[in-house]
């Protein structure tokens, strides 16, 4: 089981204005919940001891809000200067995610577990000797607020490789298992992580697992009720 991750929750937030005038996205509550504590109370339940939560947009709103959890520890890393995407944002926070493989985390997206936690799950598939990623994936039934195709197809021994829309594939849903070697030459400054799915595609080292539950993903105001609706029939199912 991995015991640190990153929260990625730096990001602007922009498709989410006028709420995000004011406050950082990651802040954004669903069904009660900051999406940000969606994320960090999975992390907290699959034994995570430590998170990194990189911050950009109105940083110090985020810095007083994980202050007040116990679990897990919290390492604020500052892009307050600059945004540095998702793969920039992991190479400054490496030194604070150690020589293991961590959890990585999308701070807008979360969602429901069925059964077995996700994220245990996503550990126990986690095989070093022959993936430097594994993602978690989720099927289009299986999602609410994603307006886009599908992402990844996946191979019989779940090795992934990109779908370009078609819809026998799966969606990318925003947790991953992640082997810090990936990054042993990785450039200083702003990068985006899909570069490194790329590497890994061609290496054959990206691989995906299906998860079980509700996904959500919430972009834009609209995407609140729908994502609300979607908890609130998701916990009741599990009633």
């Known amino acids: 089981m991995p015991k640190t991750a990153i929260v990625l929750a730096a ?3 922009k498709r989410m204005r006028p709420i995000t005038d004011t406050i950082p996205k990651p ?3 669903i069904a009660g919940k900051t999406l940000l504590d969606w994320g960090l109370d999975s992390l907290a339940a699959a034994g995570v001891g430590k998170a990194v939560v990189n911050v950009h947009y109105f940083p110090e709103q985020i810095v007083a809000h994980v202050a007040t959890r116990r679990a897990p520890r919290i390492i604020i890393s500052d892009e307050s200067e600059r945004l540095l995407d998702s793969a920039g944002g992991i190479v400054k926070a490496l030194p604070d995610l150690g020589d293991h493989p961590f959890y990585i985390l999308n701070a807008d ?5 069925d059964g077995p936690l996700n994220l245990g799950r996503l550990a126990l598939a986690w095989d070093a000797a022959k993936m430097d990623i594994l993602l978690m994936l989720a099927d289009l039934h299986q999602a609410t ?7 990844f197809l996946v191979a019989p021994d779940g090795a992934l490789r990109r779908s370009k ?3 026998a594939g799966l969606i990318y849903a925003g947790a991953a298992i992640i082997h810090p070697r990936l990054f042993a030459n990785a450039p200083v400054g702003p990068h985006s992580l899909n570069a490194y ?3 890994a595609i061609a290496a054959g080292r990206l691989f995906g697992m299906r998860m079980h539950g509700h996904w959500i993903t919430v972009g ?4 609140i009720p729908l994502a609300e609706a979607a908890v609130a029939g998701a916990l009741a199912e599990l009633q």
């Not at 997206?109 to 577990?113: A, G, L, Q, R, S």
């Not at 607020?145 to 992402?151: E, F, L, P, S």
């Not at 834009?220 to 995407?223: F, G, K, L, N, Y």
Request: proline fraction near 7%; charge should be negative.
């Open 197 to 199: 799915f790329d590497s």
């Open 27 to 29: 802040l954004v509550r």
């Open 109 to 113: 997206t979360f969602w429901i577990d």
């Open 145 to 151: 607020g994603h307006c886009g195709g599908t992402d």
């Open 165 to 167: 829309g078609d819809p």
């Open 220 to 223: 834009t105001p609209d995407a």
């Open 11 to 13: 990001g602007l937030g």
